[in-house]
């Protein structure tokens, strides 16, 4: 027979894994339409000089390979850097890239890049082509705090936290997007 003691130690155990189950599917939740965003302060200050720190989630570990090959020709700039700090920036991203740190929103940039490809670009990515093209063009394109797709931040309020939540973004000059 289950003495007094072993029953309430089962049921506090129970209790402890019901809440450990639950606190874990809230936080799994909390994370899927986020990406991890870049916290390495090297990198930030790297790669985050010109523009927004992109988070590595949001592309393939040969995408960003490729990249860091080639920082003499960056997107018509000199991006290059010395080789520790190129070293250094090249395992950070490898270690976090898409297919590597792959959650939430990660995942599902990577999903949208078939095995052959080599995207250059996160704008250029499938999934963002898919989530971007309702937005009309002359909302960013001649648009002076913008220009470009690629000023996530400038649309995308949380974007430095990692959050691309579509009910958080607020075009400057236009406002609000709503569906
Ligand atoms: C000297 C300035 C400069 C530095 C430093 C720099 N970049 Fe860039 N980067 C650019 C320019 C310019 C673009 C093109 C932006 C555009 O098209 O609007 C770009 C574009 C990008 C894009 C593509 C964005 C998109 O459209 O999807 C990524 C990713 C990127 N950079 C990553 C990096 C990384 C990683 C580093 C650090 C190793 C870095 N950049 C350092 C100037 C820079
Ligand atoms: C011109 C403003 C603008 C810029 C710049 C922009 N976005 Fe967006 N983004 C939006 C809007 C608006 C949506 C919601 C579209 C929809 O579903 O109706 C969105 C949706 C998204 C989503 C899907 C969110 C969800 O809840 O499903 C992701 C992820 C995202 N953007 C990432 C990015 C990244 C990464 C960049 C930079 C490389 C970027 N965006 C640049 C406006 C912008």
Redesign the pocket.
């Known amino acids: 027979m289950m003495s007094h003691e072993r029953l309430r130690l089962g049921i506090v155990l129970f209790l402890v894994c019901v809440g450990g189950a639950f606190s874990l599917g809230v936080a799994a939740s909390s994370r899927e339409g986020a990406v991890a965003p870049a916290r390495d302060p090297l990198?930030v200050a790297?790669?985050?000089?010109?523009?927004f720190?992109?988070p590595?989630g949001?592309?393939p570990a040969r995408?960003?390979e490729q990249?860091?090959n080639g920082?003499e020709r960056?997107?018509?700039?000199?991006?290059e850097?010395s080789g520790a700090t190129?070293k250094a920036?090249q395992s950070y991203?490898a270690a976090n890239a898409a297919d590597r740190a792959g959650e939430g929103k990660a995942r599902k940039f990577l999903a949208s890049v078939r095995p052959g490809e080599l995207?250059?670009?996160?704008?250029?990515?499938r999934y963002?082509v898919n989530k971007h093209r309702e937005i009309p063009r002359h909302f960013w394109e001649k648009n002076p705090a913008l220009?470009?797709?690629?000023?996530?931040e400038g649309c995308h309020v949380r974007a430095d936290q990692g959050s691309f939540d579509e009910h958080e973004v607020r075009i400057p000059g236009v406002g609000r997007w709503e569906d």
């Not at 790297?46 to 523009?51: D, L, M, N, W």
């Not at 960056?74 to 991006?79: I, L, P, R, T, Y």
């Not at 220009?147 to 996530?152: D, I």
Request: net charge negative.
């Open positions: 990198y790297e790669c985050g000089s010109c523009h720190a992109y590595p949001l592309l995408s960003w990249m860091m920082l960056h997107f018509g700039e000199n991006a850097v190129g920036l991203l995207p250059e670009r996160i704008t250029t990515t963002f220009g470009s797709l690629s000023r996530c």
